[in-house]
């Protein structure tokens, strides 16, 4: 019989607002007994019902609720929902690379679909979607008739879930890199074995917003695979892309042959030690691009994130030309844009340089955030002048 939840007193209230996490040590009993990563229905303390979702007794987070009707989790219940999702981004645009589903804000806790070209990325975050993901390939076949369909959930947050980690071929066949088109530029995605679920999507319509701010020498830190490297070399003179990574720079480079560009040179590095070394030596640049990897991703990491940050941005600062352009981001939620601002003011006095703000955006419009759910809306994007 399925799993029956009753919230503590006034704990339904987040979750009627939208939020889809029940969380352990919100729940005043669970009533009848199923299989782990079962459809379980959540009622509030004196009955109501508000919904239902798939619990996993191993997680913190009991139930993620998706269902706020009378709707079954079945296959005519995903296709419909993945259609909906896709729906959205055609309506905006997006024809080629995207993100199909972002989880929770697209009604779908735990599942993450983007799509590259002819072929489709997914992971798979809970139990519950784990359990289903063979369903929702199918579904994913039958709608869009991908080539090949590749799950990459190779992440450290399925283990709060009880979960390995795992990439696979779901369907078809999948290259070890699809291309794709991305603001007129073609660009190799190393899907298996890239950050994410290959590339990071999110930053598209702000790599493309860049380029106003990068005619000159342009320092692209924490490269990756060149996406803002790439924007960049449009228009600037000359673009030096810099990763730890020596295979993220070969993607750079092979991503940079592909389109022509003669502009793009690579530097193998610690970033922080780097932007030192430049900063020892008096090298300045006209714009210096900031994207790193989250530094913090509990909230007991917030402030050695901080310190981190803030130690990049300053030294940054001190490495624009006078008149150029810091584009510096975040992708940590628990950075906050509040937080995130507040220390690029402290970064801005340490440094000795006047800056002021020209532009503020957030991630791309195919990762909508929800307003009663503050972990989808994760990535701040600030232009900054060096005057």
């Given at each position: ?31 009848n007994k199923d299989k782990n990563g079962s459809l379980a229905t959540v009622y509030s303390h004196d009955g109501r019902y ?338």
């Open positions: 019989m399925a799993y029956e939840i009753y919230l503590k007193k006034n704990e339904e209230k987040r979750i009627v607002a939208g939020h889809s996490w029940v969380y352990a040590n919100e729940v005043a009993r669970i009533e508000i919904g239902k979702g798939y619990i996993n007794h191993a997680s913190k987070i009991l139930v993620r609720i998706f269902i706020r009707d009378n709707q079954l989790d079945d296959a005519e219940y995903y296709t419909n929902a993945l259609k909906t999702a896709n729906n959205y981004r055609l309506s905006l645009g997006y024809d080629n690379c995207y993100r199909m589903v972002f989880a929770e804000a697209d009604n779908l806790p735990a599942l993450i679909v983007d799509r590259y070209g002819d072929y489709i990325v997914m992971q798979c975050l809970s139990l519950g979607i784990d359990l289903r993901k063979k369903m929702i390939c199918d579904c994913l076949v039958k709608l869009f008739a991908p080539k090949g369909i590749y799950e990459r959930s190779d992440v450290a947050v399925r283990k709060k879930e009880g979960l390995t980690e795992i990439k696979q071929v779901l369907y078809g066949e999948v290259p070890d890199y699809c291309e794709i088109c991305e603001n007129g530029i073609k660009m190799l995605v190393d899907v298996k074995n890239g950050q994410k679920t290959g590339y990071f999507l999110d930053q598209k319509e702000n790599r493309f917003a860049s380029r106003k701010y990068c005619k000159g020498e342009v320092l692209d830190c924490f490269c990756n695979s060149g996406g803002f490297s790439l924007n960049a070399a449009t228009v600037a003179k000359s673009v030096t892309a810099c990763d730890i990574s020596e295979l993220a720079l070969k993607n750079v480079r092979d991503n940079a042959e592909l389109n022509g560009f003669k502009n793009i040179s690579t530097l193998c590095g610690d970033v922080f030690e780097v932007l030192r070394k430049f900063k020892k030596d008096k090298k300045q640049f006209d714009t210096v691009i900031l994207d790193p990897p989250a530094f913090c991703k509990t909230a007991d990491e917030v402030k050695d994130a901080y310190r981190g940050y803030k130690d990049i941005n300053i030294t940054a600062m001190k490495i624009v030309k006078k008149g150029g352009f810091l584009i510096t981001c975040s992708c940590s939620h628990y950075m906050s844009a509040s937080l995130f601002e507040k220390m690029l003011i402290e970064a801005s006095r340490e440094s000795g340089r006047i800056v002021r703000c020209v532009e503020i955006k957030t991630q791309s419009s195919d990762h909508p955030s929800l307003l009663c759910a503050d972990e989808t809306n994760y990535l701040k994007f600030f232009v900054l002048q060096l005057i």
